[in-house]
């Protein structure tokens, strides 16, 4: 047993990039070792100056907006206003930034309202448009918008042309945009950072996972919810010891999912949740079970290589697969969820660090550019229609 | 039942509603045909009661939205919609709720309502849980291998023994804790009065590495003397030590000690000599109940710490150097400590016990480099000198290490319950060859004796005297028979009734 663990470690070990005397691996994605870049240089971003009823006005409503899961636009906005990319001369930018909050609109349990956003995202445009003549200059090809919450009804008409920086989505999903810039849920560096325990704490945990499996507030019957996924986990595998799942909410969330080996991020009401930042920081394997999810910043991390990805068809088997993967697989996922600008890719740090996920937004953005030559338009062509999409977004807001 | 109410009701309260589905609408304006009205309703109750049987609740969500949908743009189009969702709707829910087959499945993901998918025999498969030990295991040691120790010492472990009534059960909770060590172990053991096969067998199960010398003299009865003697058998295991320049970290697990196994991991940090909190476990022999001192202790006092179980160990200030000791407190105790083995009160450990010390084992090794402040091995314990702790081998006792987060953590608890020393008990406790004859022993009734009743108790009465009265009692014995006391009792009036019994049958 002594000889393999020993034979096991020579061969990777000689290819591996050490960070901090811990052997973790290379992260190479489809675009390369992009996670690395510096975006500084490589692009500039011009933030229109939006009255402050899109903005700051919101947020004083409801300063719940800062801590919740789409806190990512408030915090893209404070981080472009003080970042070296940011740039006061419109003519040399090559992407414009709407600092509008669309998504700070909650209820009063800390769920978003999607109601409110396509008339306040219209209205700025409209405001935009007619303050600055670059939007019609391409009919806002080179602005990008965060916006966040899926709305099923699909994407505003208006922002047909322009880029969306979107918390994951759903593939072939009316709300995700081709060319999006997907990234992740915001989750709060501090208190991660409070909860950590330390890495010689053995793993004993094999599969984690604590949430709903019945909404029963909204599908009592189970098969709406997560398209009977969690319910179907639930009902396979309460009584398996390897699989440590419940309902409870416990106080040692953070340091549970730092003891096990797999933690489940099935799909909800969205294919999405904060789990997975959770899983990348806590070293933990992502089990992702949703069906044609788009993963962020996925050009950047290969996601195959870290996560195992199961089908939802395939969730009565969970246990087979999990148990049949290799141990070298198990061992060379760990050494890449490790490697820190993993980590760092997937934060919303205060203040902004490098090679955090603010600044692979910005490498996403600059990996777009230059735009094509056909982006810009005569004057006097337009190809958005203005009075498209449903009666009641039309209303001035 | 309440929903052919509800449906009561709804009929009603909207006439418009069934006048858009019935194409009956003049026979139900016309209130003066009674019979074709009745038999109207009886037939729409009934057409309703079956629609709800199939459709649920959705049959009322459909009834409230034609009813609400009527305020805003009513229109056919709309009810034949809704019709056709409930009815698609119901037909996916009409087989079973939870069907083996799946769903929909196409790169598109469908949206509505999915089945739950359950495997036939939805319960762990053994072989599979194996083998997810096997990873879990596999995990763990890589985490090991990057995060924990790098380059780990051998522990050397130390422990004096003897033969006694329960040295199998003090043993062999210290040899499970070594067997467990994840690291190279050596274990010396030192017994007094010479090397016994009953330890040698004892030690030879644990599949480690031991080191079994004898010492001489009998351990004695006092335990001050004992104390003293188990000082000199531990420099005698690192007379050991320096002979064989055994390398590594040297500690002292004395058998009646308890150790956490994440100990043994904070003692490889030590460079030269450490020393780790030990919890004192102070034991009340005797039956009575006393309430412990601890409680009620006055809270002026400063050497302790206040917390329920005293700790002995190293104290830091607040930049984690070592400024003090916290020594244990035998004050609260003197009168009523044990004075030698067996003794049913409470037995006191000294200020600083060995235990809590761990030494790299190069300081008593000769001709070597060592740190100018440790002095000889031979110059310590020479002239029959008590040797208390590991500190008489510095001098300058500044330079040890606190571990265990400065010691915040205790690892280590101690805890002495020991046996009268005269106690008799059959070598290994094996009876071998079985008895073939048996004799009652002094103070255990025979069961089949029959003894008047009255005698039995007094009997009873003046064993509870004596408990009363003589504080030194044999513990075990004592508990034994008296144990044995209270459940021949009622036994032996048993026997007598049956024997009466008997003897009128007769």
Redesign the interface.
């Known amino acids: 047993m002594t000889k393999d663990?020993g034979a096991d470690?020579v061969g990777p070990r000689s290819a591996f990039k050490f960070h901090r005397t811990?052997?973790t691996e290379r992260i190479s994605g489809s675009a390369g070792d992009v996670l690395e870049d510096d975006p500084v240089g490589r692009l500039k971003v011009f933030v229109y100056e939006l009255p402050s009823k899109y903005n700051k006005k919101i947020l004083q409503k409801d300063p719940r907006c800062l801590t919740h899961m789409f806190a990512a636009e408030i915090y893209m906005h404070r981080f472009l206003l003080s970042s070296p990319v940011r740039t006061l001369n419109p003519e040399e930018a090559d992407w414009f930034y709407t600092p509008v909050y669309t998504t700070c609109d909650l209820t009063p349990n800390g769920l978003p309202l999607p109601f409110k956003s396509p008339r306040m995202m219209r209205s700025a445009i409209q405001l935009i448009s007619s303050n600055w003549p670059y939007w019609n200059r391409t009919e806002g090809a080179d602005h990008f918008f965060i916006e966040e919450k899926a709305i099923d009804r699909g994407i505003l008409p208006l922002l047909q042309r322009a880029t969306l920086v979107q918390t994951f989505g759903?593939r072939?999903h009316v709300c995700l945009k081709d060319g999006s810039v997907i990234i992740p849920p915001y989750a709060p560096p501090q208190k991660m950072q409070a909860h950590l325990i330390?890495?010689?704490t053995?793993?004993?945990i094999?599969v984690y996972f604590r949430g709903l499996f019945y909404d029963v507030g909204n599908d009592p019957?189970?098969?709406?919810y997560a398209?009977?996924a969690r319910?179907?986990v639930w009902?396979?595998?309460k009584?398996?010891?390897?699989f440590d799942i419940s309902t409870e909410h416990p106080t040692t969330y953070y340091e549970d999912m730092q003891r096990a080996?797999f933690c489940l991020c099935p799909l909800g009401w969205a294919p999405w949740s904060p789990r997975l930042v959770e899983a990348v920081i806590f070293g933990c394997i992502p089990v992702i079970i949703a069906?044609?999810i788009v993963l962020p910043f996925a050009d950047a991390i290969p996601w195959e290589d870290i996560g195992v990805f199961v089908a939802e068809?395939d969730?009565?088997?969970l246990?087979?697969i999990?148990?049949?993967?290799p141990?070298n697989e198990?061992?060379r996922k760990?050494r890449l969820l490790a490697n820190p600008s993993m980590k760092q890719a997937m934060l919303f740090p205060q203040p902004a660090q490098s090679r955090d996920a603010f600044h692979q937004i910005l490498n996403g953005l600059a990996r777009k550019l230059p735009h094509d030559k056909n982006v810009y338009l005569n004057p006097g062509e337009k190809i958005l229609n203005w009075t498209a999409g449903p009666v009641g977004d039309l209303k001035p807001w | 039942m309440k929903q052919l109410t509800a449906l009561q009701q709804q009929g009603r309260r909207s006439n418009s509603f069934r006048s858009a589905l019935s194409p009956l609408d003049a026979a139900t304006v016309d209130g003066s045909v009674k019979s074709p009205a009745a038999i109207f309703w009886l037939v729409l109750h009934g057409l309703c009661c079956l629609i709800s049987l199939v459709l649920g609740f959705r049959f009322s969500r459909l009834v409230f939205f034609l009813l609400f949908s009527t305020s805003s743009s009513p229109s056919t189009t709309t009810v034949y919609t809704a019709l056709r969702t409930t009815l698609a709707s119901s037909a996916v829910t009409s087989p079973p709720e939870r069907n083996i087959s799946a769903g929909e499945r196409a790169s598109r993901v469908v949206v509505g309502r999915h089945g739950i998918l359950i495997r036939p025999w939805p319960h762990p498969d053994l072989s599979e849980v194996m083998q997810a030990h096997t990873i879990i295991e596999r995990v763990q040691s890589e985490q090991k291998s990057q995060y924990g120790v790098k380059s780990p010492k051998t522990v050397i472990a130390i422990t004096p023994t003897y033969v006694r009534t329960f040295q199998t059960l003090h043993l062999t909770g210290v040899m499970h804790s070594l067997m467990n060590v994840p690291y190279d172990l050596i274990w010396i053991v030192v017994e007094a009065g010479g090397v016994t096969n009953e330890t040698a067998s004892l030690i030879s199960k644990s599949g480690l590495k031991t080191i079994h010398i004898g010492f001489e003299g009998k351990m004695p009865v006092l335990w001050e003397d004992r104390h003293k003697l188990e000082s000199k058998m531990r420099l005698h295991a690192l007379r050991v030590v320096r002979e064989k320049r055994l390398d590594g970290i040297v500690m002292f697990a004395d058998d009646s000690n308890m150790h956490n196994l994440e100990l043994f991991n904070e003692i490889q940090k030590v460079k030269w000599i450490g020393a780790i909190s030990v919890g004192i476990l102070v034991h009340w022999g005797g039956s009575e109940e006393v309430e412990l001192p601890i409680i009620e202790r006055d809270d002026s006092e400063k050497t302790e710490k206040n917390s329920q179980v005293p700790v002995q160990g190293p104290a830091c200030n607040s930049s984690n150097h070592l400024v003090g000791w916290h020594t244990f407190n035998s004050l609260p105790y003197v009168e009523r400590s044990a004075k030698y083995i067996g003794d049913s009160a409470v037995v006191l450990p000294k200020k600083l016990e060995w235990a809590g010390f761990v030494l790299n084992s190069r300081l008593v090794w000769e001709d070597t480099e060592k740190p100018v402040w440790v002095k000889e091995l031979e110059e310590v314990g020479g002239d029959g000198e008590d040797v208390e702790s590991p500190l008489s081998l510095l001098k300058d006792s500044s330079v040890v290490e606190p571990l265990g987060s400065c010691g915040r953590k205790v690892m280590l608890w101690w805890l002495r319950v020991e046996a009268r020393a005269d106690s008799k008990f059959p070598p290994g406790w094996i009876i071998d060859p079985p008895l073939d004859i048996t004799v009652p022993a002094k103070r255990t009734p025979w069961p089949d004796a029959p003894p008047d009743l009255p005698s039995s108790v007094e009997q009873v009465t003046s064993i509870q005297e004596n408990a009363d009265r003589r504080a030194t009692k044999n513990r075990s014995r004592r508990k034994r028979s008296s144990r044995s006391k209270k459940k021949h009792t009622p036994k032996v009036l048993l026997d007598e009734h049956v024997s009466t019994l008997d003897l009128r049958d007769n």
Not at chain 1, 239 to 242: A, F, I, K, S, T
């Open positions: 663990f470690l811990q052997p759903q072939n330390p890495p010689s053995p793993r004993s094999f019957e189970g098969g709406y398209r009977g319910a179907s009902e396979n595998f009584d398996n010891p390897l080996v069906d044609d068809k969730v009565p088997k246990d087979t999990l148990t049949s993967i141990i198990i061992l760990q």
